[in-house]
């Protein structure tokens, strides 16, 4: 077949339409138009919200997952947040509790500083402040130990008191700290005066080691003594200044197969738990000496001269 007689066009199935140039100059214009008519007269945005309106559900599946997973991230994310915040916080109010503990421990050594303070003012002999160590090691008796000693001027049989009352006496000095035995010790007595009566008596220590009353012994059955009466120092044991707070009088048994009653008292100084104390001079050492007495004249007479006399 001669060359000629091919036709060059495509056959109808293969057809292309317009060339592809047509159809870019084609769109472009079409495109330029839209923007310029959308830009001035807004012809396309009907038709935008219509699109946007029947995309969205399409946008909302889609999107789905994406939220799903920012969430689930999120929840971990803020609660691991959450623990290290409750960690913290936790940690401050620790903190903030042991700050208040210091603060009321303060508070309350403060309030009995300024009452042994004002203790000290009240007293006329010579004190000594001390701080109490710690408790004796015998379980048996009922002593404490201070850290003033010979150094600081302290004697034995020194009274020792804290802000409420008298707590005991020194009977034992070292020369850097003292023993002091506390009124409710065993071996322990006190003379003292019934503020309402007048009457004095003595008042003893409990038997045992767990012992934090005192006790009124030898008194008779039908002694003028009632439950609230408050005991101070007599002074006439050379020890004790008077009018020292003692004790206060918790229990009175009357029975009848004895002729002493049973007396029972709290004592007004914190037996336990005091730790500053003040240690006053013996009142004994501040009294003036006893006179002198002289022999009488017959005897004076009658003295034998001694060697060397004539």
């Known amino acids: 077949m001669p060359l000629g007689t091919l ?8 057809k292309q339409g317009p060339s592809a140039l047509s159809k870019l100059f084609f769109f472009s214009a079409l495109a330029i138009f839209l923007m310029v008519a959308d830009l001035r007269f807004a012809l396309v945005k009907p038709f935008r919200s219509a699109l946007a309106t ?3 559900p399409v946008q ?4 789905q997952p994406v939220q799903g997973a920012q969430q689930v991230m999120t929840y971990f994310q803020t609660l691991e947040q959450a623990q290290a915040s409750a960690a913290r916080n936790q940690e401050k109010i620790t903190e903030l509790a042991a700050q208040a503990l210091q603060v009321d421990q303060l508070n309350l050594e403060n309030r009995r500083l300024r009452d042994l303070l004002a203790l000290r003012d009240r007293l006329a002999s010579a004190s000594t402040a001390a701080q109490v160590l710690y408790d004796a090691a015998d379980p048996y008796t009922r002593k404490v130990i201070i850290d003033k000693g010979m150094a600081h001027g302290v004697a034995a049989g020194s009274p020792v008191l804290d802000e409420s009352g008298v707590l005991g006496q020194v009977t034992r000095v070292h020369p850097l700290v003292s023993e002091v035995t506390l009124l409710t010790d065993r071996d ?3 003379p003292v005066l019934n503020t ?3 009457v004095r008596s003595v008042a003893y220590g409990q038997s045992g080691s767990s012992g934090t009353e005192l006790e009124l012994r030898f008194m008779a059955g039908n002694a003028d003594v009632q439950e609230g009466d408050l005991l101070s120092t007599s002074g006439i044991d050379g020890v004790y200044p008077p009018g020292l707070p003692v004790a206060k009088v918790t229990q009175v048994e009357r029975r009848a197969e004895s002729a002493f009653a049973r007396i029972l008292c709290q004592p007004s100084a914190r037996i336990s738990g005091t730790s500053h104390v003040l240690v006053l001079a013996p009142a004994g050492a501040q009294l003036p000496p006893p006179p002198k007495t002289e022999a009488p004249t017959s005897a004076r007479k009658h003295a034998r001269p001694a060697k060397g006399e004539h």
């Open 7 to 14: 036709d060059r066009t495509p056959p109808p199935f293969f």
């Open 54 to 56: 029947a995309l969205y």
């Open 60 to 63: 909302w599946l889609a999107m």
């Open 188 to 190: 322990q007595a006190i």
């Open 196 to 198: 309402r009566t007048g």
